[in-house]
């Protein structure tokens, strides 16, 4: 059984920073994309940073490109999301999800997603 846990959300003042894991089990991830969504209140589920698992090709909206940066750590079968200089509305659930997609930013193609860490930034 697939399993992606994201833990590391909270609450955090504008300008700070905050690092958000997703841990992956139930398969071998080794030809898939990694990707990081969010949705705010009232909000459509948006794309934020996606990372290919095996060579490590990295993806991101043009709202975070700068401030935040995803890494995965193949021996510990985890994704990473270091998000610096938040802003208040960097504030959403953020989503962590697996999938062989053809265009890495369609929340749709990806199969698998975890529970959601929320996110609040503070103004």
């Known amino acids: 059984q697939v399993q992606l846990v994201e833990s590391g959300g909270g609450l955090v003042q504008a300008g700070g920073s905050l690092s958000l894991s997703c841990a992956a089990s139930?398969?071998?991830?080794?030809?898939?994309?990694m990707g990081w969504f969010r949705q705010a209140p009232g909000k459509e589920r948006e794309f934020v940073a996606a990372?290919?698992?095996?060579?490590?090709?990295?993806y991101y909206a043009d709202s975070v490109k700068g401030r935040f940066t995803i890494s995965r750590d193949n021996a510990k079968n985890t994704v990473y999301l270091q998000m610096n200089s938040l802003k208040p509305e960097d504030t959403a659930v953020y989503y962590c999800?697996?999938?062989?997609?053809?265009?890495?930013?369609?929340?749709?193609?990806?199969?698998?997603w975890g529970q959601g860490t929320q996110v609040t930034v503070s103004s």
């Open positions: 999800a697996a999938g062989l997609p053809d265009i890495y930013y369609k929340d749709r193609q990806y199969a698998y």
């Open positions: 139930g398969r071998t991830f080794s030809n898939y994309v």
């Open positions: 990372i290919s698992w095996s060579v490590g090709m990295t």
